[in-house]
Structures are given as C-alpha cells and as structure tokens.
C-alpha cells in the first residue's frame, strides 16, 4: 500500500476542509468538502459520513475517490487517490463517530468512508505538474 510521507501527512491534516471527488459508474463527477476527517495511519484515509447522498451512491457504484490537498498551511499542492470502502460498524467507526461527535455535535455520523491510498500526484504549476510522487 501507498503510505503518505510525513510531510505530505502534515499537510492533509493542516486542512479543516477537504474536497473530495467520487464519480459513478458512468463517470459522472462529484465534488464535496469535507470537515470530517482524519489520517488513520500513513496509508489510510477516514472521512465521516454526515450529510453525502451523490458521494455514497456513487462509491457504491465506483469504489474510487480522489482528494485534493492545496491551502492555507499547506505548501505546494497534491492529489490522493484511492479505493474506498463504506463502514458504519466496528471498532474504528464508533472511535471515529465518537471524535467527530465531540467536535461536532450537530451531525449524524451515520458511517464513513475508509479510503486506502493508492497513488499521490503533485499538482504544483510547473514540467512536474501531474506527476506521480508516491
């Protein structure tokens, strides 16, 4: 499995929002931000499902999502792709529910995205611009 470098780790985490895109299996994009997430480890990706309706129809269709990492705190600018599993049981949900609870109270929590890692691309203008860094 792909495991982000500490830097690249810093970087995801020093972002309150993400955007997240998924698409169906006809191809069709969607993109949403997304507060509610957390790095696991180096290779695992957590992002709680609060409010997705498109996102979650279209992982079921097409386990795939990609993440774009560029803002405020962050220096240069990468993208995360992934496989993506639904989970709304077990220990590392009701962990991640518990957290994401505590932070924000308002919000159902209903199940989460487990998004193992797969490749990470910089998107940083420039020859480089598209390449595979992991």
């Known amino acids: 499995m792909v495991q982000l470098t500490d830097d690249l780790a810093e970087a995801f985490n020093a972002l309150r929002v993400i955007p997240l895109a998924t698409a169906d299996k006809n191809g069709v994009p969607n993109v949403a931000p997304m507060g509610a997430k957390a790095l696991a480890d180096p290779e695992t990706i957590l992002v709680m499902d ?3 309706q498109k996102t979650v129809a279209n992982i079921r269709e097409n386990p795939k999502a990609a993440i774009y990492v560029w803002g ?3 220096t240069g600018c990468f993208q995360i792709h992934g496989d993506v599993t639904y989970v709304n ?17 308002h919000v159902p929590a209903k199940g989460m995205l487990v998004i193992k890692i797969t490749d990470v691309y910089t ?5 480089e611009a598209g390449d595979k860094i992991i």
């Open 50 to 52: 609060n409010f997705m």
């Open 72 to 74: 405020e705190g962050v």
């Open 89 to 105: 049981e077990g220990a590392q949900f009701e962990a991640f529910r518990k957290e994401t609870l505590e932070r924000m109270p």
């Open 123 to 127: 998107c940083a203008p420039g020859a």
